[in-house]
């Protein structure tokens, strides 16, 4: 006669634990990956930064730099599409302080669409100096627009790219922008610009944080972005 094996009654539980175990691993998965895309970002925008400061063509920038309530910097704009366009990209957004210095980076993403006739494709390293706190006020809003909130200008830009303005370089954002391909017409009004909570959050290991905290209220720091923020005039 074959013994029968008696388990205790909470073994019957393992198979129910390991899913759970592997349900709650998950968020920290991918914490772990949208905090490797934020340092990433980090990185390359100071990247990009430091090369248009460093460009003959962009000597403009510095001075606007220095002037300004708050910058935007976009390591990577790509435009494209024949007909219908659409437009986006993440970047940092960093806001100066009463006491002059600048403040740790908040995420953000910008997004826009035009329809009209678009052909070719483009990818671009832009920087948006914010000029003054009014702009700076309204791109931290939740409901943000270019050309809406805000006049933008457009600064010197890549050659053999033609770029629209709604103002001349008095604006409240002032667009620096290197290209690479060709892209006749469209300009950043209308494009709107909302916070990355997910890379906010993990970068921070903040739950729950606004590009207002980060930036202005200056909550929160992450010491990774500090080559960022000094190399900033």
């Known amino acids: ?18 899913a759970l175990a592997l349900l709650v691993g998950l968020p920290q998965a991918a914490s772990a990956s949208e ?22 063509q962009y000597e403009e920038l510095e001075t606007y730099l220095r002037a300004a309530s708050g910058v935007i910097i976009f390591p990577q704009l790509v435009r494209g599409g024949f007909i219908v366009g659409a437009e986006g990209g993440s970047g940092v957004l960093l806001a100066r302080g009463t006491d002059n210095s600048w403040g740790p980076p908040a995420f953000v993403r910008l997004t826009a669409g035009s329809v009209g006739l678009q052909i070719g494709g483009q990818v671009s390293e ?8 009014g702009a700076l006020d309204a791109v931290l809003s939740q409901h943000f627009s270019f050309g809406g909130d805000a006049s933008v200008a457009v600064g010197p830009v890549g050659k053999g790219v033609r770029a629209s303005s709604t103002a001349n370089l008095g604006g409240d954002i002032i667009a620096f922008s290197r290209t690479q391909g060709l892209f006749g017409g469209g300009s950043l009004e209308g494009a709107a610009l909302t916070a990355r909570n997910t890379l906010n959050a993990a970068y921070y290991d903040a739950p729950e944080v606004t590009p ?11 010491v990774d972005s500090d080559p960022l923020i000094q190399s900033l005039p």
């Open 1 to 18: 006669m074959q013994a029968v094996i008696r388990r205790p009654r909470w073994f019957q539980l393992i198979p129910c634990l390991m």
């Open 35 to 56: 905090r490797a895309d934020a340092a990433d970002l980090i990185d390359r925008s100071r990247v990009t930064l430091n090369s248009l400061l460093r460009d003959p």
């Open 126 to 133: 832009t920087i948006l100096v914010i000029m003054n706190d």
């Open 212 to 222: 207002y905290q980060i930036a202005i209220e200056r909550r929160y720091h992450n």
